[in-house]
Each structure stands twice: as structure tokens, then as C-alpha cells.
């Protein structure tokens, strides 16, 4: 039987992950289930929203708290967050301003990025497409394994704790309910979004660029214009990861996790689907969770060890889906960019004398 505490436990690690993956998920739906970019290298943005995260923090603070100058940032880790995590327990204010500062930071390297993925998407057909994103993921993981100076190469480097100020075992349930927050606002903005004007042309660059093109829309601007923000919102979550765990290191940030998981959340509730997204990624989460939760448990009755468990299982889903279900538990649903009655009442008032 769960105890309750080990329930609250359960329950926070859910809600943390599940709004860590709808951030990321939301922007892989804004690019290829609404705009039809085939965003492969999804990686690129995460990883580097968690270095600037791994990166910028201990920074700015090592000077500000006081930290003694002959220490060195990588190599005395360590001693130096413990150092600023102590400063930022008794400044509030310092912790919550430079939590911000480190999501509007990667917000913007995950938008330069974006602009950069965003000349291949311009000239390059949908597979070639899929494939140089891909790469260019590789090589932002490369970099971030190889050049120590960065976030400690292999062995990565701690961050400071943005909420150092909240009582240690209310950490966790705090740090969850502002990962909710944050991807409640993305959800919000991506909802405006695609039921703006411009969620239709999406839509039509998508279902045929041919037949956007014909209709006055400059289809390269559009593509730019989405990768830019949705590369955004997706750094935003690798910060956000970063800051959640206190820690960075680049072999956490592979295809699997990073590219792959969010395409599986993404098919297996709905494609264009924003709920659905929200669903899938969270059925995609609770069982994860679960699965790592009760692994103990589930050991002695597998024939195979339990950390294979969720690949299979949520393999198997995936297949199933895309055979009997292709467009997701919640499939895309006509979206009208005016209110029913208020386009009505216009129609109307045109049609009067």
C-alpha cells in the first residue's frame, strides 16, 4: 500500500516531468503539427536552454556572492554553488530575478538557433530537412561533452538553486507547480496562437505550400517566424530542466529523451491537437513514473530487466496507434478563428440592406 508520503512524491515527479515535456511538446506541435516542419533535432534547443542554464547562473552569482576569486568555476564546482546556494537562501529576490533571467536568456539563444535550423528548412525538402536538424542536435551535444569550460564536459556541473530561499522538502513541490505555471502560459500562447489568423495560414503551409504560395503567402518568413519561437519555448524547457534537477550534463540530453520521447507524446495524443498533446504527454509521463516508481516491485515478475520495460511498453503503444489510431487519441479538430455567433452576426450585417 502507498503511503502518503510516497504518494505525494510520486505525484510531485509526475507533475514536474509532465509539465517539463508539454513545453517541449507544445513547441514540436507548433512546428510540425501545425507548420509541417519535420523537427528532428529537437535536442539542439533543449540542450542548449540547460547550458545556459548550467552556465549563466553560477556565473553572474560568483561574483555577487562573494565567492572567493582563486576558486575555479569547474573544477571547484562544488564548493562554489554550496557558496551561492547559501547567498540565495538568504536573498529571495536575487533567487526569484535570477531564475527569470535564465529562462529570457535561453529564450533567446533557443531563438538564435532557431534562426540559424531555420535555412535548412527554407531550402530543403521535408526528409533531407528531418535529417540536417538531426544533425545539427549531434553537434551541440558534441560540444557540450567535449568543451569543459562550458558546463564541465563529462562530468557536468551543478546549478544554483533558484528557489534556495523555499524549506528543502518543499522544494520539489514548489519547483512543480511554477514548471506547471510556465508551461500553462506557453499553452495559453500556442492556443492563441494557431486560432489567430495566422493558425490558419499554418495550416495551408502544411496541407499544401503550393497552394499558399498562390494565395500571397510568403512561406519561408512562416517557417522562419515558427522555428524562431517554437525553438524558443523548447530552450525554455531545457532551462527549466536544468534548474529543476540543480544539475547539467550532456549525457542527459540525447536523442531518446529529447527528440524521440516528445515525437512519441506528440503522435500518440494528436497531432495539431494541443489538448491532445497535453493528454499523450501525460498518459506518456504517469506511466514512466510509475514504471520507475515501482520498479522494485515489477523486477522479480519481468523476464527482462525493469529499464526496458517503458521502452517496450510505450514502443508497442506507438505502433499500435499509428496502426489502428494514426491521428492520435485526440485527432485535430477544425478550429474557427472568429466565434461562431460573432461571424454569423458579421455575415448578417453585410448581407442587410
Excluded at 50 to 70: E, H, K, Q, T, W
Excluded at 82 to 104: E, R
Excluded at 147 to 166: C, N, R, S
Excluded at 177 to 190: D, E, K, Q, T
Amino acid at each position: 500500500m502507498v503511503l502518503p508520503q510516497e504518494a505525494l512524491i510520486l505525484l510531485t515527479s509526475i507533475l514536474a516531468w509532465f509539465g517539463l515535456y508539454l513545453i517541449v511538446n507544445l513547441s514540436l506541435n507548433l512546428e510540425f503539427g501545425y507548420t509541417g516542419i519535420p523537427n528532428f533535432g529537437k535536442l539542439l534547443v533543449v540542450a542548449a536552454g540547460a547550458y545556459v542554464a548550467g552556465y549563466l547562473p553560477g556565473r553572474i552569482m560568483f561574483n555577487l556572492a562573494n565567492v572567493d576569486p582563486s576558486l575555479d568555476y569547474i573544477a571547484d564546482n562544488a564548493v562554489i554553488v554550496t557558496q551561492i546556494n547559501n547567498f540565495l537562501n538568504q536573498n529571495p529576490h536575487i533567487s526569484l530575478s535570477l531564475l527569470f533571467l535564465t529562462l529570457i536568456v535561453a529564450a533567446g539563444i533557443g531563438a538564435g538557433l532557431g534562426f540559424i535550423a531555420s535555412y535548412p528548412a527554407i531550402r530543403l525538402r521535408e526528409e533531407y530537412l528531418a535529417m540536417t536538424l538531426l544533425a545539427m542536435a549531434e553537434v551541440i551535444r558534441v560540444i557540450g561533452y567535449n568543451y569543459k569550460p562550458l558546463i564541465g564536459g563529462t562530468l557536468g556541473v551543478q546549478v544554483p538553486d533558484t528557489l534556495a530561499f523555499v524549506p528543502g522538502e518543499l522544494r520539489f513541490t514548489i519547483m512543480s507547480l511554477v514548471i506547471l505555471a510556465i508551461a500553462g502560459f506557453i499553452f495559453l500562447y500556442v492556443e492563441r496562437l494557431v486560432r489567430s489568423p495566422l493558425g490558419r495560414v499554418l495550416r495551408a503551409v502544411r496541407d499544401s505550400e503550393a497552394a499558399a504560395e498562390t494565395l500571397g503567402k510568403d512561406i519561408v518568413r512562416i517557417r522562419t517566424k515558427i522555428l524562431v519561437v517554437s525553438s524558443a519555448i523548447g530552450a525554455v524547457g531545457g532551462a527549466m530542466h536544468a534548474l529543476y534537477t540543480s544539475g547539467v550534463i550532456s549525457l542527459t540530453y540525447d536523442r531518446v529523451s529529447w527528440t524521440f520521447w516528445p515525437w512519441v507524446m506528440v503522435l500518440m495524443g494528436g497531432m495539431a491537437n494541443n489538448v491532445g498533446v497535453m493528454l499523450g504527454t501525460l498518459i506518456f509521463v504517469a506511466l514512466r513514473q510509475l514504471i520507475t516508481f515501482y520498479k522494485g516491485v515489477l523486477e522479480p515478475i519481468l523476464p527482462f530487466n525493469v529499464i526496458w520495460l517503458d521502452y517496450i511498453l510505450l514502443g508497442s503503444t506507438l505502433i499500435i496507434i499509428l496502426m489502428y489510431r494514426p491521428e492520435g487519441v485526440l485527432p485535430e479538430k477544425a478550429t474557427r478563428t472568429l466565434d461562431f455567433r460573432k461571424l454569423w452576426a458579421r455575415l448578417n450585417g453585410r448581407r442587410s440592406p
